[in-house]
Nanobody
Framework: QVQLVESGGGSVQAGGSLRLSCAAS????????MGWFRQDPGKEREGVAF???????RYATTVKGRFTISKDNAKSTLYLQMNSLKPEDTAIYYC???????????????????????????WGQGTQVTVSS
């Protein structure tokens, strides 16, 4: 049974930083496509950042240059370093993983949108990030 457990959320002031972690267990090999989504109540889920098995990354336009996704295969842990946080970054952040490649799951051309008819197979429970102005 694959499990993803997020940590590192919290409350910060605008301009601050947080680092989210996602520890994976139950994998026979660390995931092919891993990433972060976020969702604010009343809004749709949105993709934030993704990293493929070859290390290639994709970022939402709204976070590019401020957020960095990375993973430590030895620790089976995914990270999201979030700098220069803004109030509009406030949301519950979810870690997601799938054994399929990012190109299979996500819209082409570096988009962070999941294709219709597919979705990530494994999800964490979410961690709250609150940014105050």
């Amino acid at each position: 049974q694959v499990q993803l457990v997020e940590s590192g959320g919290g409350s910060v002031q605008a301009g601050g930083s947080l680092r989210l972690s996602c520890a994976a267990s139950g994998y026979t090999s660390f995931g092919y496509c891993m990433g972060w989504f976020r969702q604010d109540p009343g809004k749709e889920r949105e993709g934030v950042a993704f990293i493929d098995n070859d290390g290639s990354t994709r970022y939402a336009t709204t976070v590019k240059g401020r957020f960095t996704i990375s993973k430590d295969n030895a620790k089976s842990t995914l990270y999201l370093q979030m700098n220069s946080l803004k109030p509009e970054d406030t949301a519950i952040y979810y870690c997601a993983a799938d054994r399929r490649a990012c190109w299979y799951l996500l819209v082409p051309d570096d988009e962070v949108q999941v294709k219709e008819g597919v979705d990530f197979g494994y999800w964490g429970q979410g961690t709250q990030v609150t940014v105050s102005s």
